[in-house]
């Protein structure tokens, strides 16, 4: 199966949500979290790297969860409309 390249928006709203993934990780081991999520950590470092630009929806999901972050919360920081309202530092959450 070949699968088709990735769109310059698509890849901006992968960078956009490893940026938030990583921030709302804040302190925490890597390893903590995607345990939490119940993923690897191998695929959370390629996500929150923008190497997997494209999750599974339940992937971003069980990260929302263990991250205490809304879907509709993760929806408005990383769709293409918002890349041209970059959030502030100070708007994106860093939970300890």
């Given at each position: 199966m070949v699968r088709t390249p990735?769109?310059?928006?698509?890849?901006?709203?992968g960078e956009r949500l490893g940026e938030l993934l990583r921030r709302?990780?804040?302190?925490?081991?890597?390893?903590a979290v995607a345990a939490s999520a119940g993923?690897?950590?191998?695929?959370?470092?390629k996500i929150e790297t923008?190497?997997?630009p494209t999750p599974a929806f339940?992937?971003?999901a069980a990260?929302?969860?263990a991250l205490?972050?809304?879907l509709d919360e993760v929806l408005a920081r990383c769709a293409t409309e918002a890349a041209d309202e970059e959030?502030?530092?100070e708007a994106l959450p860093l939970i300890a």
């Open positions: 990735l769109t310059p928006e698509e890849r901006a709203r709302a990780r804040g302190p925490r081991s890597m390893v993923i690897s950590p191998e695929t959370l470092r923008g190497r997997a339940f992937t971003v990260l929302a969860g205490g972050l809304s959030p502030s530092p």
